[in-house]
T-cell receptor, first 103, second 115 residues
Framework: GIQVEQSPPDLILQEGANSTLRCNFSDSVNNLQWFHQNPWGQLINLFY???GTKQNGRLSATTVATERYSLLYISSSQTTDSGVYFC?????FGAGTRLTVKP | EPEVTQTPSHQVTQMGQEVILRCVPISNHLYFYWYRQILGQKVEFLVS????????KSEIFDDQFSVERPDGSNFTLKIRSTKLEDSAMYFC?????????????FGPGTRLTVL
C-alpha cells in the first residue's frame, strides 16, 4: 500500500513564527487531506488538496502530485495552533507532526 | 454546519465483551468509514462502506469486527470479543462521494477502554 511520511516529527516554535510541515507519499495520489488533531483528540479538517494550492487565513497548503509531496504552511503561529498535524493520502495517515507553539 | 456525531464518547468494557460503537454520518453522505487511533500513534484505516457493503478493509479489520447500517441514519462498528489491544480512539467518517475522490469528514471519536 501507499506509504506516507511526515516531517519533522516534532516542531517547537515561538508564537508569531512561521513553519512548514511536509508530507511525502510513495505513489500517485487520488485524495490528500491535512488535519489538525486538537488536545481533545478531535480531527479538524484543514485542507482537501490532492493537487494545487489552497489558502485559509494563516494556513495554506500545496500539493505537487507529480513529485509526491504536500506542504502545509502555518504563518504567524499562535498557541492555539499547537497539536498534531496529520496528512492522509488515500485513507492512509502519516505519523503526524507534533507542533508546540510557546507564548 | 452538518457534522458527524458518535456515541458514546467513552466506553469502558471488560475483555471478551462485545461493544457497539455508533455513528451518525452527515445526512446526504453515501460513503462511510471507520478508523482507529491507539494512544500516541497514528490514525489507521479499518473499513469503508457503501451501498450496504464493505468496499475496502484493512488487515486490522478481522473477523472480530463487523459494520452495519441498521437504518437510514446510523452506522455501527461492532467488536465481538474485545481484547486489551482494542483499546483506542475509534473515529467514524463520511463523504458524499468515494474515498478516492472526495473529502472525508470525521466525528469526534469514541474512546474505547478494554480492561
Amino acid at each position: 500500500g501507499i506509504q506516507v511520511e511526515q516531517s519533522p516529527p516534532d516542531l517547537i516554535l515561538q508564537e508569531g513564527a512561521n513553519s512548514t510541515l511536509r508530507c511525502n507519499f510513495s505513489d500517485s495520489v487520488n485524495n490528500l487531506q491535512w488535519f489538525h488533531q486538537n488536545p481533545w483528540g478531535q480531527l479538524i479538517n484543514l485542507f482537501y488538496i490532492p493537487s494545487g494550492t489552497k489558502q485559509n487565513g494563516r494556513l495554506s497548503a500545496t500539493t505537487v502530485a507529480t513529485e509526491r509531496y504536500s506542504l502545509l504552511y502555518i504563518s504567524s503561529s499562535q498557541t492555539t495552533d499547537s497539536g498534531v498535524y496529520f496528512c492522509a493520502v488515500d485513507m492512509r495517515f502519516g505519523a503526524g507532526t507534533r507542533l508546540t507553539v510557546k507564548p | 454546519e452538518p457534522e458527524v456525531t458518535q456515541t458514546p464518547s467513552h466506553q469502558v468494557t471488560q475483555m471478551g465483551q462485545e461493544v457497539i460503537l455508533r455513528c451518525v454520518p452527515i445526512s446526504n453522505h453515501l460513503y462511510f468509514y471507520w478508523y482507529r487511533q491507539i494512544l500516541g500513534q497514528k490514525v489507521e484505516f479499518l473499513v469503508s462502506f457503501y451501498n450496504n457493503e464493505i468496499s475496502e478493509k484493512s488487515e486490522i479489520f478481522d473477523d472480530q469486527f463487523s459494520v452495519e447500517r441498521p437504518d437510514g441514519s446510523n452506522f455501527t462498528l461492532k467488536i465481538r470479543s474485545t481484547k486489551l489491544e482494542d483499546s483506542a480512539m475509534y473515529f467514524c467518517a463520511s463523504s458524499s462521494r468515494g474515498a478516492w475522490v472526495d473529502e472525508q469528514f470525521f466525528g469526534p471519536g469514541t474512546r474505547l477502554t478494554v480492561l
